[in-house]
């Protein structure tokens, strides 16, 4: 089954969510980006905390809506954020340019654009950031830029900075999870002593979650079977199970970690039929769907995920 795996490389869809979760919105970027106002843009982005910059660059960064205002802010001037906004959103044009297709599949001049745009998103993260919060960013994104390109000695060092500089960064520990993963590199030990090993209580508790769904996405593929998947989940990985369920029922806020956590308890509750418990956390997600775990179950927007509250 190459449904899982291809769906690791998946390109956004035309109906793609805000990857800033509103960030944008709520920050008035947009006028900012339209009016040229560079200045005050950086002023912005740079007061932010930590996994707000990740939320605005992901929303700003990958996809192609921003993309001619990117372009006209980078020819504006030299500055950190934009090496940072450069090297994200060449990051993303390099997933785009494989065609969200796994390696085996893609023609050479899907290749050949991979590796062009993940140079150049290396070339812009691999340097020294006087901001320490911009340094840990690009330390994140440079974790995938290795990963891309089969680098995992790369992608193991940055992460290290990043976890220095910015101990609960999201995506830095979410990129390095996918790193561990069975997907990638290592097994499926690697990957539960890696998110049991991290020291912030309420961000282990989240990796852990975000754990089963690696899991059973990897045993679906590993037995061309999804009821297989589950079936084993549920036997092997009880005892992880119950102690994800006996955390809370529901992140309160907006933070990136409580919209990650909502989404994929969610998901587990689908995984594990649990309906009821899946749809009322659906209905208190507003727009703020997460690509994954989504998408794991052939479900790539809002209006695919929402539809589960008619079944």
């Known amino acids: 089954m190459l449904q899982f795996f291809r769906s690791l490389f998946a390109k956004a869809s035309p109906a793609a969510t805000d990857l800033s979760y509103g960030l944008l919105t709520q920050l ?8 040229n106002q560079w200045e005050k843009l950086e002023a912005t982005a740079t007061a932010l905390a930590t996994d707000d910059l990740s939320r605005l660059l992901d929303g700003w960064c990958l996809s192609h809506r921003y993309a001619p205002a990117i372009q006209r802010y980078l020819a504006a001037g030299s500055s950190e954020l934009r090496q940072l906004v450069a090297g994200v959103h060449a990051t993303f044009l390099a997933w785009e340019a494989r065609g969200g297709l796994i390696a085996t599949e893609t023609t050479q001049g899907q290749a050949d654009g991979f590796f062009h745009y993940l140079n150049q998103a290396y070339d812009h993260l691999n340097q020294p950031f006087e901001n320490p919060a911009f ?22 060092d940055a992460f290290a900075v990043c976890a220095e500089l910015a101990p609960t960064h999201l995506t830095g520990h979410y990129n390095y999870m996918r790193l561990v993963s069975p997907w ?4 499926l030990e690697d990957l539960t002593s890696y998110v049991d090993s991290i020291a912030d209580p309420a961000l282990r508790r989240l990796f852990q979650l975000l754990a089963l769904h690696e899991i059973h996405s990897f045993l679906g593929h590993e037995h061309n079977s999804v009821a297989t998947a589950t079936k084993l989940l549920k036997q092997d990985y009880r005892a992880r199970i119950d102690q994800v369920l006996a955390g809370p029922g529901r992140a309160e806020g907006n933070s990136l970690a409580a919209i990650y956590y909502n989404n994929y308890l969610a998901g587990l509750h689908h995984i594990l039929g649990n309906t009821a418990a899946r ?3 659906i209905q208190t997600l507003g727009a703020h769907f997460t690509p994954y775990p989504w998408q794991y179950f052939g479900l790539n927007n809002a209006a695919a995920v929402q539809s589960l509250l008619k079944s």
């Open 184 to 187: 990638w590199h290592e097994g």
């Open 135 to 156: 340094q840990a960013e690009a330390a994140a994104r440079l974790v995938r830029v290795g990963m891309g390109l089969g680098e995992r000695e790369l992608a193991t």
């Open 279 to 281: 749809n009322q956390l």
């Open 28 to 35: 008035e970027i947009e006028p900012l980006l339209t009016g």
